[in-house]
């Protein structure tokens, strides 16, 4: 058997209709894992499972609201009495505000705030209610998606990248405090990837910008952080928590200098 296989667990992904979520789900499918999609009962939820089920992936849909805290509870929860244990959890909700996370000046504060409580929220409540099961049943792998805007600062998106900087230590904390339980938590940190969301609030000419900045030279697919995902869910990390793996494509490795070098010019 693969060091990647998840046959007889069972994971939970959140917010996984479509991109990361979506492509995260479908790799813990393919690996053996029955993977419930969390999300809105929307047209894009029915066409993930059907997507899903056309390539008879073993899935299973759970109605989610990320903005309604007591949702967390009820999957976790609804999950467990269905299938009597949840191996793998995948925190992949994440939340800005492109119209008004700016900086610390021109920036919105009450959208700053609502950015940290809804994104911190989401990691925060997700752990605490399925880590006790976890630690029943003999441990556990969760994986929460951060960004390399957690890492990297940036000259806006205050809010978000804060968010995201906070993941990422509370994904190190809950690592350090639960470990000796057998519960493991990661995370992965996205740099630009082609998701519809990106698509729709970065213009080319500022994806153009960045991606001089990146040294793979394109932009990440959803399947690229799909196979970090992949890693951490499995036994194939089994000696690895509170580990965070950059999905970036080398973005913020050079020095400065090198988004104006004759090669990233073309």
Not at 46 to 54: L, P, R, T, V, Y
Request: with cysteine; proline share 4%.
């Amino acid at each position: 058997m693969s060091a990647f296989s998840n046959e007889g667990k069972v994971a939970l992904v959140t917010a996984a209709t479509m991109g990361i979520g979506l492509a995260s789900a479908k790799a813990l499918a393919k690996s053996g894992a029955l993977t419930y999609i969390a999300g809105l009962k929307d047209q894009a939820a029915d066409d993930a499972i059907k997507e899903c089920e056309a390539q008879k992936l073993p899935v299973k849909f759970i109605e989610y609201n990320a903005f309604d805290y007591s949702s967390y509870e009820k999957i976790v929860n609804t999950i467990i009495a269905a299938e009597k244990h949840l191996d793998i959890v995948v925190n992949n909700f994440g939340m800005g505000n492109p119209k008004k996370d700016f900086d610390l000046l021109k920036g919105d504060p009450q959208a700053f705030f609502d950015i940290l409580h809804v994104n911190i929220a989401s990691v925060y409540l997700s752990c605490r209610y399925a880590i006790p099961h976890m630690i029943e049943q003999g441990g556990g792998s969760i994986v929460n998606i951060a960004s390399i805007g957690g890492i990297q600062p940036d000259i806006s998106r205050l809010g978000y990248t804060t968010a995201k900087a906070a993941i990422i230590y509370m994904t190190k904390e809950i690592a350090i405090q639960y470990a000796d339980k057998g519960v493991r938590v990661n995370a992965v940190a996205p740099g630009m990837i082609g998701t519809n969301a990106v698509k729709a609030h970065m213009s080319p000419d500022f994806q153009k910008a960045f991606l001089r900045h990146v040294p793979l030279g394109r932009m990440g697919e959803p399947e690229d952080i799909a196979n970090a995902v992949l890693f951490y869910a499995s036994d194939a990390s089994a000696y690895i928590t509170g580990s965070i793996q950059e999905v970036a494509g080398g973005y913020g490795i050079p020095a400065p200098e090198y988004a104006d070098s004759a090669k990233t010019k073309g």
